[in-house]
């Protein structure tokens, strides 16, 4: 190695030691040896810092993931980790207990007295004033009623015209009762059930055996159910100084269709229609909608004055 291949500086650092004079009258063979030696010590040192480096590298410094950090800095976590998820409400945070139930709320009331005594077996009598209360709270076993109505035909004695009875006021048509269809619909439209879903809980927890089709057929009358109030929404909806309209894919009975959304402050409204045309947003809002509508700017709101889109 030359004194020219050394980087700068080492040269300097090597001559530092020894006065002008000692180090002209030493041999130019010795120099360039001490020259290299140094050359050879600052890269090696250059080395050692590159490695501590690595050494120290962690995932909190660095991109490196958890599973690649050392033995030290794992043990070093597991120790910090330990005062971490302590049972309990967090410093600052109101505290939470679950109130007891009113007595005469809860289905049964079971006294228990202590028959004798825990430190000398002497037998035991009388009330505590104060018990302490413990309440459990149980799901009763599920299984859906089932009641039969039977409709008598009678003949006239003086026409001899059979007559069936009607069914009584308020019992349904169909083979389910409306709690049913209701929980039905709850299940697909509120909790996003699938069908087969939806049929399996009200089997497995109700003890309710329904087809695939039964659960699109309540599903529908369901919604036939609710038609006044949603029709209520929407004129809520369509009076409302701003609203947010957009629509997206659908499908419906295996065709292509749109799912619209019109929504105000304290009221959404949903439509599902075979068309992304501008007919089914003024269905939603109608031509005399008078507020600020925000979208997209998709064209089936272009029959809407600019001043208002």
Known sequence: ?????????????????????????TPKKVQNFALSL???????????????EQLQRNSHNSSQPPSQDGEAEKANKRKTDKGKGKRGARYGHSQYRRR??????????????????????????GEDRKPRR??????????????????????????????????????PKGAFGPRL?????????RYHLSKRDSRELMRDFFKVNICLGTVSRLEKRCSSAIAGPVEDAKVY?????????DETGWRELNQRAWLWVAASKRVTVFLIQPSRGG?????????????????????????????QR
């Not at 004194?3 to 500086?9: D, F, S, T």
Request: proline share 7%; hydrophobic share 40%.
């Open 237 to 245: 909806v369509q009076q409302q100084a701003a609203c947010h309209l």
């Open 100 to 125: 007891l139930v009113p007595v005469e709320q809860v289905r049964e009331v079971i006294v228990v007295k202590p028959s004798r005594c825990q430190q000398c077996g002497q037998n035991l009598s």
């Open 38 to 52: 140094m050359a050879r010590v600052e890269a090696l040192e250059a080395e050692v810092a590159d490695l501590r």
């Open 134 to 171: 413990h309440q459990v709270t149980e799901l009763p076993p599920f299984k859906a009623e089932t009641t039969e109505y039977q409709l008598h035909s009678l003949s006239c004695p003086a026409c001899q015209r059979r007559s069936r009875a009607p069914l009584p006021e308020g019992v």
């Open 181 to 189: 269809q209701a929980m039905v619909a709850l299940l697909a439209g």
């Open 279 to 307: 007919k089914v947003a003024k269905q939603l809002l109608t031509e005399g909608f008078r507020g600020i509508v925000h979208s997209d700017r998709w064209s089936a709101y272009n029959w809407l004055p600019v001043a």
């Open 1 to 25: 190695m030359t004194i020219n291949e050394l980087p700068q500086g080492i040269e300097k650092e090597a001559t530092e030691p020894f006065t002008a004079e000692e180090w002209a009258q």
